[in-house]
Nanobody, 125 residues
Framework: QVQVAESGGGLVQAGGSLRLSCTPI????????MGWFRQAPGKEREGVAA???????TVADSVKGRFTISQDNAKNTVYLQMNSLKPEDTARYYC???????????????????WGQGTQVTVSS
């Protein structure tokens, strides 16, 4: 059984920072690509960032320069460091496990399998 659990969400003022963590159970990060997605109420779930087993990363244009994805293999944890947060970043953030390697860095939802329950990030103005 594979379980994905996100943590680190909360309420933060615009311009502030927050770090999300994702610790999958039942798999080793070194064997998978991982991604972060987010979904605001009434909106489509969108890709935010991804990282592969070689440490190569990509982030969506909307968060480029502000968000950074990284991982700690020893802790089997992937992180999403969010800086200069904007109210537009308010959403529920999800961690997901890549099904393989195709389309991972295109941040397509169908390229990911196991999903966490999400952690809420709310940015006040």
């Amino acid at each position: 059984q594979v379980q994905v659990a996100e943590s680190g969400g909360g309420l933060v003022q615009a311009g502030g920072s927050l770090r999300l963590s994702c610790t999958p159970i039942g798999l080793r990060l070194v064997n998978y690509a991982m991604g972060w997605f987010r979904q605001a109420p009434g909106k489509e779930r969108e890709g935010v960032a991804a990282i592969d087993n070689d440490g190569w990363t990509t982030v969506a244009d909307s968060v480029k320069g502000r968000f950074t994805i990284s991982q700690d293999n020893a802790k089997n944890t992937v992180y999403l460091q969010m800086n200069s947060l904007k109210p537009e970043d308010t959403a529920r953030y999800y961690c997901a496990v890549g099904r393989g390697w195709d389309n991972i860095f295109r941040l397509r939802r169908y390229a990911y399998g196991y999903w966490g329950q999400g952690t809420q990030v709310t940015v006040s103005s």
